[in-house]
Nanobody
Framework: QVQLMESGGGSVQAGGSLRLSCADS????????MGWFRQAPGKDREEVAV???????VYADSVLGRFTISQDNDKKILYLQMNSLKPEDTAVYYC???????????????????WGQGTQVTVSS
């Protein structure tokens, strides 16, 4: 059962912008934390930006000041506005959530247990 669905990826030149969206259909299991992660070829998956349970936003140093994470709680959509894109931002971007009271109680926002299928972002120089 797919609960998170990303969209908005594509190809852009360096300096350009993209906005990723993540639709959350997990209407009956609320997410405590939601975030964006990415994985480039040959590299480990890395955290890009997250919104924690208290609303605090956390960004990777590499995207600070260029990317903005936000959410529309009514529509249950998570966004990632990406500006001033660089070739090193090229990756598959994943939306993720922490769901379940017991899981959150045990791991907090350190272990995401619901993942989308990803959307490709390619930045050319």
């Amino acid at each position: 059962q797919v609960q998170l669905m990303e969209s908005g990826g594509g190809s852009v030149q360096a300096g350009g912008s993209l906005r990723l969206s993540c639709a959350d259909s997990g209407r009956f299991i609320a997410a405590y934390c939601m975030g964006w992660f990415r994985q480039a070829p040959g590299k480990d998956r890395e955290e890009v930006a997250v919104i924690e349970s208290d609303g605090e936003t956390v960004y990777a140093d590499s995207v600070l000041g260029r990317f903005t994470i936000s959410q529309d709680n009514d529509k249950k959509i998570l966004y990632l506005q990406m500006n001033s894109l660089k070739p090193e931002d090229t990756a598959v971007y994943y939306c993720a959530a922490v769901r379940g009271t017991s899981h959150y109680s045990q791991f907090g926002c350190s272990d995401y247990n619901d993942w989308g299928q990803g959307t490709q972002v390619t930045v050319s120089s």
